[in-house]
Every structure is written in structure tokens, then in C-alpha cells.
């Protein structure tokens, strides 16, 4: 799709005057930008006052770019409308639950069920891309900004009408959406659809499966608006088309998302000063290569040090802007971009860093800036080379949504429930893919299904057939408690995995949570039968039976001690063991599992090293070895051995 990875950033010239414009583009050319992303925030200074556009400034920018021989990322400019939108039409405003009314003054303030809102960015969106669908600088289309990142979801009465148009798609007729919803219970049910209403503030809990749909359904409402542009682009360009994801995001189920761009592109931004930000970033770029596909995945947007929307915002250290690039370009991305160019002297991000800071060229930002255009323009051959894995980690919007209602035996944070498996894979040098309740698992020796409270007995098929031809497959706690109404699996829950697994669970013993102020986290151990599965666990047991697995370590405290912690039935004939893991284990204890899995499955890490901060992924025919580490380490692969200096990337 692309013929060089992009390197560049949101380039905003409406900050600036046009002698910048001219400076902006030398040190582009200086610091090998190929793409510049322009127009996200635009809208106000392209259409003036309603009906009234004014595209001059832009064509003379996007002139300019294209004579520097640099690529255009063309936004829509639908993120952020103007002022006289509201004033004139305070129906495009956002409501919350509690029926307070978003204002203006800021950004993305409007309504995503708002049919004046559609109108006018359609409006605006036909306009841009009739306008610029053929300019030779326009090398992709950049619909909006980041959807739902401040406004996920909007209660006002036309998004209710909406909701309801989109339940009665979903259930048909009202009684099907009672039976499902289970409206017998506390006299909620419903004569009419048009009775039904989102989730506004209430006096107590909301019925589950109402939240769920309206969860469901606000992110369907925000891909609505993206399709609607993508329709107008696709009538008038063959251009690829793009909207920028942000990595594990709540509020938008981006498997459904991802099959509406041509490419994935994500923004993101962990921070410096916590370690456990670099893992975590991990498996953001690993979630983006699987939810591209055979499609291209782009880091669209990542900061050069510090951003500004943090209590305290730690800069970047020296030679981190680079290893998290590298991390990208191993784990399958085509092109890294910043927010933003040029630091702003104006405005709420003024100070968030930026390729060419407030204090010039003649810096550290801008020398790192061109040190790593150069170091791009080297790597052009990994361009649609791919990044094999052999271990598929599940990962699914309804089990989030689900998991993390009120009303549940527990609290669980369900990022921390999957990312604890992704972690333990990385800890051991492998490279793990991202599968959803709908994907395919051919090909995968490993299959983790971490806390998939919601299933299908499609995926419950599939992860038994993945299982009966030998791959390993590991199930955790709270996985397979309720069907997609959220109606209970009765008699033991896990369902149809009840037999693929040899195990059910009667009762649920969750432990105390730990006092805030007062508590260290409490972490209990579980007792290992065979002395190898040691470590704690934290918050949850439960009462496994195990009919017709091994028992490999067990609960000490509470009303499970005693009881299974950790099973495993032992595949028959070519089928492969399957696991189950009852709780939430500590890093040592999901490290001592994660051993036992690769040797079922002999899956065999990419290297090995003693330090937990190398990095080490295999893209196309190349190895990306990657020491996050303040000290040097060893790190050995099959066929080679390296010495890693502290901070060092080395691609082989
Ligand atoms: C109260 C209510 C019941 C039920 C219980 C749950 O007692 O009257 O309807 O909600 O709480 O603890
Ligand atoms: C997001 C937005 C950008 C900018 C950055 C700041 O990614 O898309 O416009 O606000 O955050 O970190």
C-alpha cells in the first residue's frame, strides 16, 4: 500500500503564520518526514461561518508539502466543529447520564446520534475530499480523530431514539428483548420499544444486558459516523482510508471497527516513568497487528518525550523515543508518526512535546527527531513483512464491558486480567497475537482465553476444536459465566468448556479487598503439588471441581482451600493438554504456568535472556533485539549470541 514507512507527525499550520510554513518544511526535509497528517483540527478555520469554506490557506500548505516532496495524511476535520455549529444548533451537543450538556471551548463536543452534526460533516468531509481526492500529495484520508476519546457515549433524547432503532435491529420485537434483557426483575418490563431508555442516572444498578447494548450500541453509533465519511471518501477516491485507534480502548469494540479501514493506525502514549508502560506498549502494537490482519498497521501517533495531560508528565530518557519506535517497527508497524510537529506556543497542549520543541533545533528532541528519520529510511524492506506467532491471547469488548459492571462477585480489572498472560509470554520471549471471540485460531500451538466471561458456543466450539488438533489451550477465572444476554451457564458454569477442561466450578470466594490506605495488595499462595507452579495469586478463588483433570497446585485460604487452584486434563490421542487457572496469578506464578504451556505446545521462544528488559521479536527475515534496561545483558537466539548494552537496539 505504502512503497516507504511513514515518519512524520499532525502537522497543525493553522497555529502559524506562512513564514513558518516554509521553516516547518526544510526541517521536515531535514529530519526525512515522509508524511505529514494536516487538517485534523481544522474545521473552524475551513468553513468560517456555516456554508462558508475557505480552502486557500490549505491548498498553499498542502502545495508547499508536496514541492518538499512529503506526503499528505488528509484529515476530514470533523473532530472539533467550530463555534457558530453550536450556537446555531445546540441539538449537535453531547448530553451526559446525568443530563448535563457538553460545551464548547474544547474539542469533539458533539453528539455522535446528532443528524445535524451528520449532516454538517458530511458536509464538510464531501467537500475536502472533492477537493483534494486527486492532489498528488494526498496519499491517504484520515477520517475525524481518535472516536469517543472525550464523548464515548451521549445520552440525550435523539441518541435514546437511536438506541432504540438499534435494539429493535438487534431483538426484532419487544418481548424478544425482554426475554433477553430479563425484564421479570425488578418490574422493568417493557410494552414498547419506544418505553425503553439508554442508561441515564437511576437510583440503583441499571439491568446489565441494558448497559451492555448500550455499550454495544455506542460503539456502534461512533462507527457510524465513521463509515458515513468513508462513504463519501470511497465515492470520490481510491485512496486508503484510516481512523486513529487507541490501543486497549474501552469504549470501542475495534474488531468490528477494523474490517472499516484500509489500514489500522493507533495512538500511543505509555509513560516514562513507569517500567511497566514498555510490556504494556507491547501489546498494544501486538493488538494492532492482529486487528489489521493481512492488512498495514500504523503507529499514528506517539509523543517525542513528555505529553501534558498527566499529574506529572516525566520526559522521555534518552534513547526511549527510539526503542519504543523500533518496538513498533518489529511488532508489524509500517510508519511512525508524532503528535505533533511543530510544539505550540498556544493553547491546552502547548506543553506536550513535539518534533521541533519551543527551544528549536539545535536540541536533543529535534537530533533524536532526524537521527531516527535516517534510521527509517534504512528499514524500508520490512514493509508488509510479517511477524509470526504461534500463541493467540482472546481478547473481547462484551467479556470488558461485562466483567467490569457493578453487581459482580468482584472487581476485576479486566486489562489486567489478559495483559497478565501477555506480560508472562513477553517475560519468556514470545510473540503473541490477539484473537477475537470471531477470529480463527488455525495455526495457533498456544490459545489463552483469559476471564471471557461472555461466550458464544461458536467460540466455545473453536476453542475446543483448536484443542482436538493439538494445540494447548489455557482457560482463567470468570471465563464462560454468561451467554451474550448475560443470562447465566448454569450447573457449573464454563459451559461447553466443562468437558474440554475436565472441570467445574461451584462458588465463586473472592478475598477481602485490601483497605486502600491501610492494605499492601494482599497476595495469597497457592500450594503447588509438584513443587514447579509456585507463587501467589491475588483476590479470587474459587470451588473447582476437578472430574476429570490433574489437580497441579491448590487454594490455601478461604472456603476453596484445599480445592483446586490450577488443573490440566492431559490431551488424548493428537489432542493437546488444556489448561485451567482459577485466579489471578502473581508475575512468578503466570511465569511458572507459562513454562509448563510452552513445553505442551512447543512453542519455543524468539531469544532468551536473563534480563526481563530485552525485547527480542522476529518481523520478516529480520530479528529486532531491543535492551529496555539501564544495565547490559545477554541475549541468545537460535544461532546467535549478543551482548546488549544498556539502551542498545541491534537488528539482525
Ligand atoms: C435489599 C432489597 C432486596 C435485595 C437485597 C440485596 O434488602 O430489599 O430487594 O436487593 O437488598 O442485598
Ligand atoms: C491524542 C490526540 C491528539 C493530541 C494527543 C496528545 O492522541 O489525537 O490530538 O491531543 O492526544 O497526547
Request: net charge negative.
Amino acid at each position: 500500500m505504502f512503497s516507504s514507512l511513514w515518519y512524520g507527525g499532525d502537522y497543525n499550520p493553522e497555529q502559524w503564520t506562512p513564514d513558518v510554513w516554509d521553516d516547518d518544511v526544510r526541517l521536515m526535509r531535514r529530519a526525512g518526514v515522509t508524511v505529514a497528517t494536516v487538517g485534523v483540527f481544522s474545521w473552524a478555520k475551513l468553513e468560517p461561518a456555516d456554508g462558508e469554506f475557505d480552502f486557500g490557506w490549505l491548498d498553499d500548505v498542502i502545495d508547499r508539502l508536496h514541492a518538499g516532496g512529503i506526503g499528505v495524511d488528509l484529515a476530514t476535520a470533523t473532530a472539533a466543529p467550530p463555534p457558530w455549529l453550536a450556537r446555531e444548533h445546540p441539538d449537535t451537543l453531547p448530553v451526559m447520564a446525568d443530563g448535563t450538556v457538553l460545551g464548547i471551548g474544547s474539542r469533539q463536543h458533539y453528539s455522535p446520534s446528532s443528524a445535524t452534526y451528520r449532516e454538517y460533516a458530511a458536509r464538510l468531509a464531501t467537500r475536502i475530499v472533492e477537493r483534494y481526492a486527486d492532489h498528488p500529495a494526498v496519499i491517504a484520508w484520515h477520517v475525524n480523530n481518535e472516536y469517543g476519546c472525550h464523548v464515548p457515549r451521549c445520552w440525550s433524547d435523539e441518541s435514546a431514539v437511536a438506541f432504540r432503532a438499534w435494539l429493535a435491529e438487534r431483538y426484532g420485537d419487544i418481548e424478544t428483548l425482554n426475554d433477553a434483557w430479563g425484564t421479570a426483575f425488578w418490574s422493568q418490563h417493557y410494552a414498547s420499544f419506544d418505553e425503553v431508555m439508554p442508561p441515564r442516572a437511576a437510583p440503583a444498578s441499571i439491568n446489565p444486558t441494558q448497559q451492555l447494548d448500550f455499550d454495544r450500541f455506542g460503539s456502534d453509533a461512533l462507527l457510524a459516523l465513521h463509515r458515513m465519511e468513508c462513504d463519501i471518501i470511497r465515492a470520490r477516491s481510491d485512496k486508503p482510508i484510516t481512523t486513529n485507534f487507541m490501543g486497549f480502548f474501552k469504549p470501542a469494540d475495534y474488531w468490528r471497527w477494523a474490517e472499516h479501514v484500509d489500514f489500522v493506525t493507533d495512538d500511543a502514549y505509555p509513560d516514562p516513568a513507569d517500567p511497566r508502560a514498555i510490556p504494556f506498549a507491547a501489546a498494544v502494537r501486538d493488538l494492532m497487528r492482529s486487528l489489521a490482519g493481512d492488512k498495514p498497521w500504523i503507529l499514528m501517533e506517539q509523543a517525542t518525550s513528555a505529553v501534558n495531560w498527566r499529574p506529572r508528565n516525566a520526559p522521555k530518557p534518552a534513547g526511549m523515543f527510539r526503542r519504543l519506535s523500533l518496538q513498533s517497527i518489529a511488532r508489524g508497524a509500517d510508519g511512525i508518526m508524532q503528535f505533533q510537529w511543530r510544539q505550540s506556543v498556544r493553547g491546552s497542549e502547548k506543553f506536550h512535546s513535539a518534533m521541533v520543541p519551543h527551544a528549536g533545533e539545535d536540541t536533543r528532541i529535534y537530533r533524536d527527531v532526524c537521527a531516527l528519520g535516517e534510521e527509517l529510511a534504512g528499514l524500508t524492506s520490512v514493509i508488509g513483512s510479517r511477524v509470526p506467532s504461534r500463541v493467540a491471547v482472546m481478547f473481547d469488548w462484551d467479556s470488558w464491558w461485562a466483567v467490569e459492571q457493578t453487581d459482580t462477585p468482584a472487581r476485576v480489572s479486566y486489562i489486567r486480567a489478559v495483559l497478565a498472560w501477555h506480560a508472562a509470554l513477553y517475560r519468556a520471549g514470545v510473540t503473541v497475537d490477539f484473537a477475537s471471540k470471531d477470529s480463527s485460531l488455525d495455526g495457533y500451538d498456544l490459545v489463552i482465553v483469559p476471564t471471557m466471561q461472555v461466550v458464544t458456543p461458536e467460540v466455545q466450539a473453536r476453542v475446543a476444536a483448536a484443542s482436538g488438533r493439538g494445540a494447548t489451550v489455557l482457560v482463567t477465572y470468570q471465563s464462560a459465566i454468561l451467554d451474550e444476554g448475560l443470562g447465566v451457564l448454569p450447573g457449573g458454569y464454563l459451559g461447553a468448556w466443562q468437558e474440554l477442561l475436565g472441570v467445574r466450578v461451584e462458588e465463586f470466594a473472592p478475598y477481602a479487598q485490601p483497605d486502600q490506605f491501610f492494605d499492601a495488595p494482599a497476595t495469597v499462595p497457592v500450594s503447588s503439588l509438584d513443587g514447579e507452579l509456585a507463587g501467589g495469586i491475588e483476590g479470587w478463588s474459587e470451588v473447582v471441581h476437578a472430574d476429570a483433570a490433574e489437580v497441579l497446585a491448590t487454594f490455601t485460604e478461604g472456603l476453596a482451600a484445599g480445592g483446586p487452584a490450577i488443573t490440566r486434563r492431559a490431551g488424548a490421542e493428537g489432542a493437546g493438554a488444556a489448561w485451567y487457572v482459577a485466579t489471578q496469578p502473581s508475575e512468578a506464578l503466570a511465569d511458572a504456568v507459562v513454562a509448563r504451556l510452552l513445553a505442551d505446545s512447543g512453542v519455543a521462544p524468539v531469544a532468551t535472556s536473563a534480563s526481563d528488559e530485552v525485547e527480542a521479536v522476529r518481523r520478516g527475515d529480520r530479528l529486532f533485539l531491543i535492551n529496555h534496561g539501564a544495565t547490559a545483558a545477554e541475549v541468545e537466539w537460535d544461532g546467535g549470541a549478543a551482548t546488549l548494552d544498556a539502551g542498545e537496539v541491534r537488528v539482525v
